[in-house]
Every structure is written in structure tokens, then in C-alpha cells.
């Protein structure tokens, strides 16, 4: 039989907030750990968006604030909760108010790229939290607005996002600054060699709650590839968008620039679009996921970086414009649908030179995905090429059916057909620049047989540079 929240020694107050808010049963990873954290143990979560894991922690820190009833002091929040992203950051106070509505707390939300007074006022007058992105937090608490001295509940979230973001080492000196006699929860969708340093150094007679590893969220989402050329992308972005049944859309794309191109494209062709990415102000960003949450627009544009946060539920479809660089970004981007337990699905535009980024993820995942031919612009060329170049793979993972009808064309016997019917490709030897969200610049060159080799590739999700990095102001002493 499973448990409900009413078997859980949580506190009346935050029962009912449950009830109004439609929770009946505890995730897995709530189950797992509010009793040990409401005990006071240290936690290790290993479990991503989707899982609930927000209300796993801010249930016990909501309970332990009742129970404390205290007033907030100035300047000395006793919980605080570390995200990597502004609307995750955004995400998590919301939730934190929906569970604790009918708690006497106060909170604050600290990011960059907004001025810093509000949330200087803020803590001159006092919260029990602080929700905070890693270098914003730094800035205040070097200017004496912040002080982590009464500490007693510390949340790390999304600790692996915080590596690749390349805040980890604000993230060590904030946690150099936490008083010794605390509890701590540290959530991590997955826990490579310096993340499991720092949650080994974090804490201290942990608990430890592993939920469905990030390949898992695959599972629950419908997922095909469509092999197409990339002057072709465009148009069959337009075909998938024309189907009704495809109502609410989140749609990746790599660059910035990328996504503000086909956005704009997008409502010129009369399409209800908007763009989410790095370079946009919070309030922008902030003011499209409403819309996007609201059903006011049907398809967002997002990149990688502006995309970690989106926690909209009834995303119906998630659309790939571009073959993600890193695999772990793909699982992200698609569990971007199939949220709380739904079904989702996710449809990856691949061409010719994205095969080597879909044959990592698969790996990744442990699957092949399988190919959907049933469109007018299958690209004979990358169906070519995948079939070629698919033999690390294993053969009892990619199923006969998936085979590319294409497959008899002629390759190795001198012919130049290869390329025939791919305008797009365009044969030059001159190197083309992309930027990426973070502003990280990726060269490709074009060989001579027309081939894009990329030269030092850089993933966008390391070197961050436009996003929650430190400006310091002057110290200004209060
Ligand atoms: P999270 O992983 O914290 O981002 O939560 C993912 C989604 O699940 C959010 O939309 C939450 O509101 C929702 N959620 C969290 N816990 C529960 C629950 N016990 N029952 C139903 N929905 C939940």
C-alpha cells in the first residue's frame, strides 16, 4: 500500500497547504526523505527535475521554521537554498510559499542580473529563507547584506548543474561559510568525481535517496528522431507545428541568436511564439514562461541555459531544432515534458553532421531512438550516414524496422551522389562561427568533400559567461 502525506509526521498546517495544492501521495524521493530530514539527519539525493524533490526539502525546512517561532533577524536567514538558475531559483520560492502558505515565514529570492536594492530591503527587514543563485549571494554577503552566521538548514540544488554552469567555486565558498552545527541536503541528478568531493565534504552522517537516474525520465517520453537536411529544418518545424494536437511546444535550439532568429520567424509566419534564452532580461524571461504557463503562447523557444528551469506542467511536446552537444543536456531538455508521472514527447530534428551528438546520447540513454521516416523531408544523406556510422551501437539495440529505407545508395563506389539534393550544404573551406547561449564560440569547417568538422568544440553548458557571473560592485559597507 502506498503512503500519504497524512501517514508522514508533518504538521497540520503544511497537511492542508498539501491538500489545497492537490499533493495526496509523496513522490518517491518525499517518502524517502522527509522523515529522515524532519529527524534533522543529513540528506544526499540523487534525483532531478520532475521528482518532486522541491517539496522533499522545503517541507522539513517550512516545518522546522513553525517549530522554531521565531521572528526573522536582519541579515541572517536560518535556511537557505542555493539553485543554479534564476527561474529555478523563482520555481523554488513559489513552491516554498504554496507549501507554507499558511506558515508565519519569510522569504527572499537573490539573483543577478536585477538590481540588488529589493533584496537588500529584504533582508534588512528580515527572512527566515533565502533562495539564491551562487554568485549574487556572494556579492551581498561580501557587502555585509548577508550573513550565514544562524544558519541552520542548507539546501545545494541541482549540484551537477552548478559543475558544468562552472559556479562550483562559489559554490565552495559559500560552503565554507556555513556554521559548523547545521543540516544540509545536497541534490544531484547525477554525481560525477567533484560533485561527490564536495557532498562528502558538505556532510555529515548523511542519509542517502537515489531516484530514477536522469536516463530514466526516458522512459516516460515518447521519443523519435527525423533525419533532415538542415536547409530543410524550418519547413518541418512548420509541418509538426501545423498539427493541433501539438498544443503546447518547447522547442531547443543551441545559440541565442539561433532562437531569437526562429522565434521572431515564427510569429512573422503568424505562429504563437515566444523566445526564452541567456541574453534576455529576468523580467522578459520571466514574463514568457507566465504566458507559456498560461497557455497565452503555444510555442517557446529556448535555449539550454534559459531552459533549466522550466518547470511548466502539459508541456505536450518537447522539439530539438538542434541535436544537443552534451547528452545529459538531451535528457534535461526532454524531461522538460513527461512531468509528475505523465507521458510527453520529444521529437529530435538530426541531420547529417548532429549524427556523432545522437550516437552519444543513445549510448547515454541506453537506447536507440527510433526513427521516424514518415515525413516529406526525410534526408536520404543523413539516413545514409547513420547507418554507416552506427556500429558502436550495438545491432540488438537498434531493431531491423529502424533501419533507413535509404540504405541501398551508393557510398565507397567513387560517386559523388552523396551530397546530391542537399543544397543546404554549402562547400567551402571558410570557418563558420556559432555562438552558443553562453556565449561560448564554436568553430566548424568545412572540408572539401562539404563535411562540417568542428574544431575545439566547447559545450554551451561550460564557461558561462553571461549568466549569473559576478559583476562586484565596490564593497559597500551597510
Ligand atoms: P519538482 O521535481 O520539485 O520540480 O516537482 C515537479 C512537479 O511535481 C511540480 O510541478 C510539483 O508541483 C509536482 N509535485 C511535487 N510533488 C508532488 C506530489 N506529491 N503530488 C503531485 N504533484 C507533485
Redesign the pocket.
Known amino acids: 500500500m502506498s503512503i500519504k ?1 497524512s501517514d508522514l509526521p508533518i504538521i497540520p498546517e503544511i497537511q492542508s497547504a ?1 491538500k489545497s ?7 518517491p524521493i ?1 517518502a524517502e526523505s522527509i522523515p529522515p530530514l524532519l529527524e534533522g539527519r543529513d540528506l544526499l539525493g540523487c ?10 526539502f522545503a517541507i522539513p525546512l517550512l516545518q522546522k521554521i513553525q517549530q522554531l517561532g521565531k521572528y526573522a533577524t536582519p541579515y541572517q536567514p536560518v535556511g537557505l537554498i542555493v539553485a543554479p538558475t534564476r527561474e529555478l531559483v523563482v ?1 523554488i520560492a513559489e ?1 516554498m510559499s504554496a507549501i507554507g502558505k499558511h506558515i508565519k515565514f519569510r522569504q527572499t529570492t537573490i539573483f543577478g542580473g536585477v538590481g540588488q536594492r529589493p533584496q537588500v530591503t529584504a533582508l534588512a527587514k528580515g527572512v527566515h529563507v533565502v533562495v539564491a543563485t551562487p554568485g549574487r549571494l556572494l556579492d551581498l554577503i561580501d557587502q555585509e547584506y548577508c550573513s550565514l552566521a544562524k544558519l541552520q538548514y542548507f539546501v545545494l540544488d541541482e549540484a551537477d548543474r552548478m559543475l558544468d554552469m562552472g559556479f562550483m567555486p562559489d559554490v565552495q565558498k559559500i560552503v565554507r561559510l556555513l556554521p559548523r552545527n547545521r543540516q544540509s541536503v545536497f541534490l544531484s541528478a547525477t554525481m560525477p568525481a567533484p560533485i561527490e568531493k564536495l557532498a562528502a565534504a558538505l556532510l555529515h552522517n548523511h542519509v542517502t535517496v537515489m531516484v530514477t537516474p536522469p536516463s530514466r525520465t526516458a522512459d516516460r517520453v515518447k521519443q523519435t528522431v527525423m533525419f533532415v537536411d538542415r536547409g530543410d529544418k524550418r519547413k518541418l518545424l512548420d509541418q509538426l507545428l501545423s498539427e493541433s494536437s501539438r498544443t503546447r511546444v518547447l522547442v531547443f535550439m543551441r545559440t541565442k541568436h539561433g532562437a531569437d532568429r526562429l522565434y521572431k520567424s515564427l510569429v512573422d509566419a503568424g505562429v504563437s511564439a515566444e523566445g526564452i534564452h541567456g541574453g534576455r532580461s529576468q523580467n522578459a524571461r520571466q514574463r514568457v514562461l507566465n504566458s507559456f504557463r498560461d497557455g497565452e503562447i503555444r510555442v517557446l523557444i529556448a535555449t539550454d541555459v534559459a531552459s533549466r528551469g522550466i ?1 511548466i ?1 502539459e508541456i505536450s511536446h518537447v522539439i530539438n531544432y538542434d541535436v544537443p552537444v552534451e547528452a545529459e543536456a538531451y535528457v534535461h531538455r526532454i524531461g522538460r515534458t513527461a ?2 508521472g505523465a507521458s510527453g514527447e520529444s521529437i529530435t530534428l538530426c541531420d547529417g553532421d548532429e549524427l556523432k551528438y545522437l550516437r552519444e546520447i543513445e549510448k547515454t540513454i541506453g537506447m536507440a531512438i527510433p526513427i521516424d521516416r514518415d515525413h516529406p523531408f526525410h534526408s536520404v544523406d543523413a539516413a545514409d550516414d547513420e547507418l554507416n556510422q552506427y556500429s558502436n551501437l550495438s545491432k540488438s539495440k537498434r531493431p531491423q524496422s529502424q533501419r533507413p529505407r535509404s540504405a541501398k545508395r551508393g557510398r565507397g563506389s567513387g560517386s559523388t551522389g552523396s551530397n546530391a539534393g542537399t543544397p543546404s550544404r554549402k562547400k567551402s573551406s571558410e570557418p563558420t562561427k556559432d555562438r552558443t547561449d553562453d556565449g561560448a564560440v564554436t568553430q566548424r569547417r568545412r572540408s572539401i568533400s562539404g563535411k562540417v568538422r568542428k574544431i575545439k568544440p566547447r559545450p554551451p553548458s561550460h564557461g558561462n559567461k553571461s549568466f549569473g557571473k559576478r559583476s562586484r560592485p565596490k564593497s559597500k559597507k551597510r
Open positions: 502525506f498539501l495544492l492537490d499533493y495526496l501521495t509523496p513522490t518525499q534525483a532531478q527535475t520532475g521528482t518532486g524533490k522541491t517539496a522533499a520555481q513552491n518547470d506542467d512531468r509528475a
